[in-house]
């Protein structure tokens, strides 16, 4: 199945006009995320070989949230793309059966694209690009692991070039972000997951961006 074409500029206008349009929303957002996911490690690192069994605990406790938090990123963007109303609540709201097929899925991705960047890196790359958008077709159409990511291949095939320059081009607005103090990260995350969203809605045929209700 050929994939739409992808508008580069179009698609990062698109992430970032959305933040603007959503800036109190996705700030709010990515704090949560960022601190939900920080804290329990923070708080593991300062225990310093001390409470073994706590600080493994934290450890596990942060590895389970930042899984639902990357399912609740995927679905807020969603959302906000199709013009739904947005809840902080949406963060980490996730059935257990979806929590371990997208960590089954995010635990298999990085195996394939570990093994591709052992094959001297470009396959890696290659692999990396094609299998992408796994996550997307868990949260929204509840695919099992294996099948998110041969739906993936499927989105992704043709749009090799433009889905690389995508990343190469949100990889530049995290090192803008990261270069303003941090701060800007807290916008450089909302453009780059929003334009993330777009570009899996035109891969996939899915629906033109939509008016935001308010939240």
Avoid: C
């Amino acid at each position: 199945m050929a994939a739409a074409r992808l508008d580069v500029g179009a698609t990062v206008r698109y992430g970032w006009e959305t933040t603007k349009a959503n800036l109190a929303l996705v700030v709010l957002v990515t704090l949560l995320a960022a601190l939900i996911t920080a804290v329990p490690a923070w708080i593991a690192n300062s225990l310093d070989g001390r409470a073994t069994a706590l600080s493994a605990l934290l450890r596990l406790t942060g590895a389970i949230l930042s899984v639902l938090v990357g399912i609740g990123v995927v679905r807020i963007s969603l959302r906000l793309h199709d013009g739904q109303r947005v809840e902080l609540g949406d963060l980490l709201r996730a059935d257990w059966p979806l929590f371990w097929r997208y960590l089954a899925a995010t635990i298999v991705y990085s195996l394939i694209v570990a093994a591709g960047l052992v094959l001297l890196i470009v396959p890696g790359v290659i692999l990396a690009v094609r299998y992408v958008l796994f996550g997307y077709f868990i949260v929204e159409r509840n695919a099992r692991p294996v099948e998110a990511l041969k739906m993936s291949a499927a989105a992704t095939q043709g749009a090799y070039w433009e889905l690389s320059v995508l990343g190469l081009a949100l990889f530049g607005i995290i090192l803008l972000g990261a270069l303003l103090l941090g701060v800007g990260l807290l916008v450089a995350f909302p453009v780059v997951y929003l334009a993330a969203a777009r570009a899996y809605r035109t891969l996939t045929g899915g629906p033109a961006p939509q008016p935001q209700p308010a939240a």
